[in-house]
Structure formats: C-alpha cells, structure tokens
C-alpha cells in the first residue's frame, strides 16, 4: 500500500483491479499542456466523464462525492477561502498534520474551483514549498446532457530541477485523478480497503518533463 496520503490524493490512487484497466482509463487523459510567451510552464490535462455537470461537479466540490473517489477522508468548505482537507488515511482526523490541506482561492459554480496547497505531509516525493508557489485549476465543461469534459490546469512552473520534479510528479498524478475520476461513474463507488491501490510511480517511465 502507498504510504505517502499526499500522494494519494493528488495522484487519486482510487482502487483498481487490474493494471491493464488503469492504462486504459489513463488513456483517454488529453495532455494539452503548453508554455506561455515568457517560457513558463502551464500543466493541462482533461477528461470527458459521463456524467451530466451537476453530477460532474458534486462529485469533485463535495466531501460525500470525493471520498467515494479519490481519497477515504475528507473535508471540503466550498468557499473562497474555504479549505479541501484530505487523507488516504480512513482514520484521520480533521486538523491532522499529516493531512493535505489545499485553499480555494477562486469559485465559479458548476464552472471553475482553483485551489492552492497550504499542506503537505513531510513525506513527500517533491519539494513542497515549490509546489505551494503554484496554483491548481478544475474546469467543468458541459458538452450535453450526458456528457462533462474536466480540465485540470497547474501552473506556473518555472524552468529548474525543483520545478521539474514538481511537473513531473503532477504530470503522472493528475492524469491518474483524472482517469480515476472518469472510472467513478463507469464503476461506481471506491470501497476502500478491498483492494491494493496503484501507485502514480507505474505511470512515469511514461512522463517526460517538456
């Protein structure tokens, strides 16, 4: 089991069955990231659900639909400066340090949430600091009545190794939320605890930092 609950969240280490089925859902991820006119780096990946934009939207903006996803505990105060509190750990408790701790820093309803990190456990697999200077964007597109398309968009990442580490942790993390995203409505509900959780490190060989 993945012992690092940052990890698990930002990756969205969502139960699964087999590995051949997580390429799949990994697959239909779009990465549309691209660099600005100055060269700084903008993360951008996308996923079409189905699932209709008030279902899309509960599902990420709610602490009963996330935990049926991405993470078994979890707080969400859905206002600008408000808080997504989180945990891979089912038994962790609100206030906890070692739990991740993400500021909404702007809301648009059934449109836009954009979250900045405020915690991160001390165990993580980049630098944290960097990644607290950047900003994470959730886009809900509706496309009809049945279908959502949700872009995440990270950014900025500047060139240097702490950045790198940063985009490529993300780059493999956030095409896994996604594609864990996607599964909820094609599977259903996350139950916790049945199953091994992949980790975002099978991902990488695939990972290339622009």
């Not at 279908?147 to 240097?160: E, F, K, M």
């Not at 916790?192 to 959780?197: D, L, R």
């Amino acid at each position: 089991m993945n012992r690092n609950p940052f990890a698990a969240f930002v990756g969205a280490l969502a139960l699964c069955l087999t590995c051949s089925s997580a390429v799949s859902a990994e697959a239909d991820v779009v990465d549309s990231s691209f660099r600005l006119p100055g060269g700084e780096r903008v993360l951008e990946l996308s996923v079409v659900v189905s699932a209709p934009l008030e279902e899309a939207w509960r599902m990420y903006t709610t602490a009963d639909g996330f935990r049926t996803w991405a993470a078994p505990f979890a707080k969400i105060d859905l206002r600008v400066g408000g808080e997504y509190e989180t945990s891979y750990n089912a038994a962790a408790a609100a206030g906890a340090p070692a739990n991740i701790r993400n500021e909404i820093v702007a809301l648009i309803p059934l449109r836009l949430v954009v979250i900045r990190n405020v915690q991160a456990p001390p165990d993580t697999p980049f630098d944290a600091p960097t990644f607290q200077a950047t900003q994470t964007a959730v886009h809900f597109h509706v496309i009809d009545q049945r279908l959502t398309r949700v872009t995440l968009q990270s950014a900025v990442y500047l060139d240097g190794a702490k950045y790198d580490g940063v985009y490529k942790f993300f780059l493999a993390g956030n095409r896994w939320t996604l594609a864990k995203f996607r599964e909820r409505f094609e599977r259903g509900p996350v139950e916790w605890g049945k199953a091994e959780p992949l980790k975002p490190a099978a991902a990488e060989p695939r990972v290339k930092v622009p």
